[in-house]
């Protein structure tokens, strides 16, 4: 059976704390491998990734695939209280469907 | 600007009654989906159309029932067999090869009184 986990499912740290988000993830066949962020409503795109070891960035977000150890990792520098949010870890196993971690819970403290 | 449109935002069903969750986009994407989230569940897929006219089930099909007789269109009927209704539902659409993920929707929120 096809399964991505996240951890830790909940975090709570202080303004400026850097933290980082895991995701592992068995499948049959992968694609890609995605975040969203889902502050209030409709998850929105953070990255996509595809090969080892090629890290995107965006802003104080960074991400990296770990094929060999089938994990990702979410990277956020100096959080903000903006940052607060459930964060998704998805992956893409074939043209028409991803099946999608049960996310974490990220809060920060003024 | 294109996207995706769910309406109504929060909606009351009560016992017994089937209620159906609007999804419209306009992004002319193929694919369309409907996941269910629970607290702690992340999100579950409960349907899917990859075009007009045809839809296949997800993970947790039981007591909901879809139709696709628009390309713009997927509406989500939440039927009076479905046990446990109360969820936050997200609609999201994509072009056949997901190659940037999923849009989606700002989602309803259904609660059974």
């Known amino acids: 059976e096809d399964k991505v986990v996240q951890s830790p499912l909940s975090l709570v740290v202080h303004e400026g704390d850097t933290v980082t988000l895991n995701c592992s993830y068995e499948?049959?066949?992968?694609?890609?491998l995605l975040w969203y962020k889902q502050e209030k409503k409709a998850p929105t795109f953070l990255f996509m990734l595809?090969?080892?070891?090629i890290e995107k960035k965006s802003g104080r977000l960074s991400s990296i695939l770990d094929k060999k150890e089938l994990s990702s990792i979410l990277n956020i520098t100096a959080t903000q209280t903006g940052d607060s949010a459930i964060y998704l870890c998805a992956v893409n196993i074939r043209d028409d469907k991803i099946i999608f971690g049960k996310g974490t819970r990220l809060h920060i403290l003024p | 600007d294109g996207g995706i449109t769910q309406s109504p935002k929060y909606l009351f069903r009560k016992e017994g009654q089937n209620v159906t969750l609007s999804c419209e986009q306009n992004l002319n994407h193929d694919a369309m989906y409907w996941y269910r989230q629970d607290p702690g569940q992340g999100l579950r897929l409960i349907y899917y159309s990859q075009i007009v006219n045809d839809f296949q089930k997800g993970d947790i099909a039981e007591g909901y029932s879809v139709s696709r007789e628009k390309k713009e269109s997927f509406p989500l009927t939440v039927t009076s067999a479905q046990k446990n209704p109360t969820a936050f539902y997200l609609c999201?659409?994509?072009?056949?090869?997901?190659?940037?993920?999923?849009?989606f929707g700002s989602g309803t929120r259904l609660t059974v009184v």
């Open positions: 499948v049959t066949n992968f694609r890609s």
């Open positions: 595809t090969s080892s070891g």
């Open positions: 999201a659409s994509s072009n056949n090869r997901a190659s940037r993920g999923y849009t």
